[in-house]
């Protein structure tokens, strides 16, 4: 298991000079030197006088305003900050992180701001506090026949295929776990 930056993320920050003209840190000076203060403002500067997409631009501007408030959060700072409100939740999560840290060493546990992605060579799985009494798990499990607690369709916009909604710590059981190895598996 690890914990790391996105590979996505990773990804567009290193194809970044060749579709963008400079480096991030490139990037970063230019937005210092333009000494601006709001995110909005950032955005027409960079896609206005230079030509950068929205996508990148928008992702050169968030890390820029990550930087100067002292870097990206921990990744456990996130998870707590999903929880902070959800606590009775938490034990939920416990449950399926300590599953899937059983499939392997190649588990990738990845925080973001309202979810958890967990990857393998690609995303399996989310897991979301999605109100005060309820977990969403979504799965990738293409080719899997949805049933009435794991419903199929675009969970996520789109992310997973599958999805239960779980209530209870009691109901991370066989059911969940087979659910999260098959997704598990499908990722290699």
């Given at each position: 298991?690890s914990?790391?930056i996105?590979?996505?993320?990773?990804?567009?920050?290193?194809?970044?000079?060749?579709?963008?003209?400079?480096?991030?840190?490139?990037?970063f000076?230019?937005?210092?030197?333009?000494?601006?203060?709001?995110?909005?403002?950032?955005?027409?500067?960079?896609?206005?006088?230079?030509d950068?997409?929205h996508?990148?631009?928008n992702?050169?501007v968030?890390?820029?305003?990550?930087?100067?408030e002292?870097?990206a959060p921990a990744?456990?700072?996130l998870?707590?900050?999903?929880?902070?409100?959800?606590?009775?939740l938490?034990?939920?999560y416990?449950?399926?992180?300590?599953?899937?840290?059983?499939f392997?060493?190649?588990?990738?546990?990845?925080?973001?701001?309202?979810?958890v992605?967990?990857?393998?060579?690609?995303?399996?799985?989310i897991?979301?506090?999605?109100?005060?009494?309820?977990v969403?798990?979504?799965?990738n499990?293409k080719?899997?026949?949805?049933?009435?607690?794991f419903?199929?369709?675009?969970?996520?916009?789109?992310?997973?295929?599958?999805?239960?909604?779980?209530?209870?710590l009691?109901?991370?059981?066989?059911?969940v776990?087979?659910?999260?190895?098959?997704?598990?598996?499908?990722?290699a």
């Amino acid at each position: 298991m690890s914990l790391s930056i996105d590979p996505q993320l990773q990804t567009m920050i290193n194809n970044m000079p060749e579709k963008t003209g400079k480096s991030l840190e490139e990037w970063f000076v230019i937005l210092n030197e333009a000494n601006l203060s709001k995110h909005g403002e950032m955005m027409k500067l960079l896609k206005g006088e230079h030509d950068v997409t929205h996508g990148f631009a928008n992702t050169i501007v968030l890390l820029f305003r990550q930087q100067a408030e002292g870097g990206a959060p921990a990744e456990e700072d996130l998870v707590a900050a999903q929880y902070s409100k959800k606590q009775a939740l938490k034990p939920i999560y416990d449950k399926v992180i300590e599953i899937v840290e059983g499939f392997g060493e190649d588990v990738e546990i990845a925080p973001k701001k309202n979810y958890v992605s967990l990857r393998r060579s690609k995303q399996f799985a989310i897991i979301k506090p999605a109100t005060k009494t309820r977990v969403d798990l979504g799965f990738n499990a293409k080719g899997e026949q949805p049933t009435d607690r794991f419903t199929g369709g675009k969970a996520f916009g789109g992310m997973c295929t599958h999805l239960v909604q779980l209530t209870s710590l009691d109901e991370v059981d066989g059911e969940v776990e087979a659910w999260l190895k098959k997704a598990y598996e499908l990722a290699a």
